[in-house]
C-alpha cells in the first residue's frame, strides 16, 4: 500500500566554472548585498525617527520606485524580483528578531559574506543542463533529474567560492505504508554517536578524529600567515575546502545511517536536543557531531519511507533513571556504567535509551490522537537544507 503525498524538495547542483561568465553572478550577488544594506540602514533610521517598522509590501513598492532613479540605476542589474526577495529576507530576519528568536537585530553584511539570491519566480530558464539567466548560458553538472515542479531559483556561493544552483521543487511522492516493524529507543553520545535499547551502538567512520586532527593543523597554518597576504588567501581556503569535504562526508553518513535505521524500525523514539545544554556539558564538540542535522535528515528519510519519528521531552529523566527499578542515581559525565543496588550494571547510554524508548511509548499510547496531528503537521514535509 502507498499514498502520494506533495512534498517540498531542494535539488542542488554545481554550476561549471567559467570566468568570464561567473563574474556576472558574482556581480548580482554584490548587488544584491547592497540591496540588503540598504534597507537595514533604512530600516534603523527609520526607527529611530518614528519608532516604526517599514512593513514588507512598503519595501518593496519603496525598492521599485528606487531602481528607477539614476542614483540606484546600479539595482537594475538585478532582477526585480530578486531584488524584492533581498525585502522578503529582511523581513524574515526582523519577524525573527521580533519574535525574540534571533540574539541581536539584523545586521549589515559585507559583500563577500553575502551568500546568496533567489528567482523567486521567473527570471530564469531551464533546459536540460543549461539554465539561462539575463541571456547567459551556464551549464550545471545534472547529476539527477529534477521530479517536479521548479518553484524557485537560488544561485550560492560557498565558502570555497564555487557557485551552485538550488532548486526548489514541488513534488509528488509515493509513501509507503510500513505496518509492521519493531520500535527503538536511540541516545546521542559523545563516545558513540548513538546508541540504541538493545545496547548496539553506531559510532561515526575513521575519518572523523582523522579530520578533525587535520582541521586543527590548517588553522592553525592559517593563523600563521601575515595578515592580508595571498599564502593567508590560499590557506584561508584550505581550511573553507577542508571543511566542506568533512560536512559533505558527515550528511552522507547521516543519511547512510538514516536509511539503515528506518530499515529496521518503524517507530523511532528519541530525546528531544537541548543543544545549548549540551554545549555547556560537553563543550563545543556538540556542534561538530551534527546531532540536530541527523535528527532532520532522519525524519526526512523516516517520512518518505512511512516511519514515524518521535521526539520526547527533554526533561524527562532518562540518563539517572534505572531502567531496572527506576531508581535515581547520581551520575557524573565520567560515569560510563550504571551500577544499581537492585543488580542492574548497564552502560549509561544502552540505560538511557531504554528509558526513551519506554516514556516514549507510553507516552505514544497516552496521546495516540495528539501523535497523530503531530505527525500530520510533518506531512507539509521539507528536504533537509543542503
Ligand atoms: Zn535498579
Redesign the pocket.
Known sequence: MSDSIVVRKTYKYRLYRCDKKDRKLRHQLFVASTVWNHFIALQRRYYRLTGKYIALQAMNRHILKLRKTKQFALWRDLHSQVCQDVCRRVDDAYQRFFKGLTKGRPKFRKANKYRSYTFPQSGYKVAGATVTIDGVKYKFVKHSEIGGQIKTLTIKRDSVGRLWLVFSVVEELQIEQASTGKSGGFDFGLKSFLTDDEGRSYSHPQFFAQSIRKTKRLHRQWSRKVEGSQRQKRAQRAVAMHSSEVANKRRDFHFKLAHQLCAEYRVLYFEDLNLQGMKALWGRKVSDLGFANFLSILEWVAFKRGKQVIKIDRFAPTTKV??????IHDLSLRDRTLV?????TINRDHNAAINIKRSGASLRYQSERKTKVRLRSRVDGRSPRL
Request: proline letters at 0%; glycine letters at 28%; a neutral charge.
Open positions: 534505572c531502567s531496572g527499578c527506576g531508581q544499581c543496588a537492585c543488580g542492574l
